[in-house]
């Protein structure tokens, strides 16, 4: 029953911190959304940073959890690194809790939030982690251009923060759509076939 109990305060935390943000919602609000007393709230937090921090690390640790089930059904540095624009559009925007931290949006800011980041606890640094990495193997396996650029990664970070804040927009599947084609072009390297002239030429030289 505890553990139910607490389930039940961060489900409703959760909603009321989705529509209203962190500090127009009081612990009293919360713990009258869930039916139990202030006093039931403090049982199993601290205070109302100590919940936020919580919430978040449950949401982001799912969010984790799709990430790598996600990466892991695709080969290819290109197509993971796809991926991850895909669910920026798909996956993050159906949580505008999550969404909002992601984007540093005013309303969702809390005290604790630069600790995370500084930790390296947060989704946001787990993307940044996995572009890195993709990367990295893209560089190594020859499969992305990435020395054509002098900071891969912050243009393709560049990038996926740009969908981020686009994802209220009418026109996101166009713009992904944009996204996926100046990944493909920018990084993607291509087999250039030689033609019937070089091909005798090369007969040639032989």
Known sequence: MRGDR??????????????????????EEIARAAGVGTGT??????SKEEFYGELLDGLEAQGRLEVDRLLAGFGSALAKLK???????????RNPLLLGVLTGAKMYVFPGLASRRERGVSLRSYFEQRFADILKEGGRTLELRVGQFKDPYRLALALFDALLLQLQSE??????????????RGFGRRLRLRGGRERRQSRRKG
């Open 41 to 46: 709230f403090y049982t199993y937090f601290r």
């Open 171 to 184: 026109r996101i599947e166009e713009l992904l759509g944009d996204a996926l084609r100046l990944l493909e």
């Open 6 to 27: 607490k389930q039940v305060l961060l489900k409703v935390g959760g909603e009321l911190f989705s529509r209203h943000g962190y500090k127009e919602v009081s612990i």
């Open 83 to 93: 991926a991850l624009y895909r669910y920026a559009t798909l996956g993050i925007r």
